[in-house]
């Protein structure tokens, strides 16, 4: 458990309570966004963890860093930046796409270094819910270039059904492409149960059952 990573997102506000209909269509009780960090401090920490995940999970075995649009953004660049310090001199490069085309200048659907062929490439966003966006994100990629996508490193696996069983495995298994997660939100809610952080419980008896009647309606461990 990273306890670290869970009193960031509290402390950050990245991790919100409430009623939240996310793009898979679901009804959530919570929600998590890397959109609300638009400062210095917080992206340079929020790409340290990126950069001791994918060290752990990759090693130096990749060169970009790919954070599909929008919000993918800030942590490509965030995670490169986090790479840099941490390997102290590894300087990988950031790439992300653009929702729309240019339809003029440079024309490409890309801004950064790539796509380009056997480019090694690690694709990081903030949540995984179903992988719909992975796998739109991946195909847009190998659209322009064979490129090889290493693995994709996520800040929270919200451990959710796909289609029959975890959405995650399910993924995995289409694509052969490897998930990982700094945190899993069954350990962020295990560990903010009643814990005060900052002079506030911020999951409380309440929230911990709403929590939990929804992962009986769309939860999934691995099995």
């Not at 898979?24 to 340290?48: A, D, Q």
């Not at 490069?93 to 062929?117: N, Q």
């Not at 659209?143 to 059904?161: C, L, P």
């Not at 945190?183 to 809610?189: A, L, Q, V, Y």
């Amino acid at each position: 458990m990273n306890k670290k990573f869970i009193e960031y997102l509290v402390a950050n506000k990245v991790l919100k309570f409430g009623d939240f209909t996310l793009k898979s269509g679901r009804k959530s009780p919570y929600f998590i966004t890397t959109g609300v960090l638009n400062g210095g401090k917080s992206s340079y920490e929020l790409g340290l963890f990126f950069a001791k995940a994918m060290e752990k999970s990759f090693g130096s075995d990749f060169d970009t860093i790919y954070g599909p649009a929008y919000k993918g953004i800030p942590l490509a660049v965030s995670a490169a930046i986090g790479v840099y310090r941490k390997s102290k001199g590894k300087d990988c490069t950031w790439l992300f796409d653009r929702k729309e085309a240019k339809d003029h200048a440079e024309k490409s659907e890309f801004v950064g270094a790539g796509p380009r062929d056997a480019q090694k490439i690690i694709m990081i966003d903030d949540v995984f819910t179903t992988g719909g966006t992975k796998d739109g994100a991946i195909k847009k990629l190998k659209s322009v270039a064979n490129v090889d996508i290493k693995g994709i490193v996520i800040a929270v696996d919200r451990e959710e059904k796909g289609i029959a069983k975890n959405a995650i495995k399910e993924f995995e298994e289409a694509t052969n492409i490897r998930v990982y997660a700094i945190e899993k939100i069954s350990n962020i809610f295990k560990y903010l149960h009643n814990r005060e952080i900052g002079g506030q419980i911020h999951v409380n008896d309440q929230i911990i059952a709403s929590f939990k009647e929804y992962q009986k309606q769309f939860g999934a461990k691995y099995e």
